[in-house]
């Protein structure tokens, strides 16, 4: 991933987490066996680390006082 489409997903989640910290939001993802694979080190030919996920995973917003 380029440098410029790297800031253009930070410019957006930054966005994102701002409009629903406006409206005290919670949003909850729910998974079912969803595997991800996390590379270990840098480069195409990395080795890779198997995860599983399984259950609720919620993300809430507040401001900080």
Avoid at 48 to 65: L, P
Wanted: net charge negative; charged share 25%.
């Amino acid at each position: 991933m380029s440098n410029n489409n790297l800031s253009a997903w930070i410019e957006m989640a930054e966005g994102l987490y701002d409009f629903l910290n406006r409206r005290k939001t919670t949003i909850n993802y729910t998974f079912t066996d969803m595997n991800i694979s996390v590379p270990q080190s840098t480069g195409k030919d990395s080795e890779k680390a198997e995860w599983t996920v399984s259950g609720t995973i919620s993300i809430s917003t507040s401001e900080k006082e």
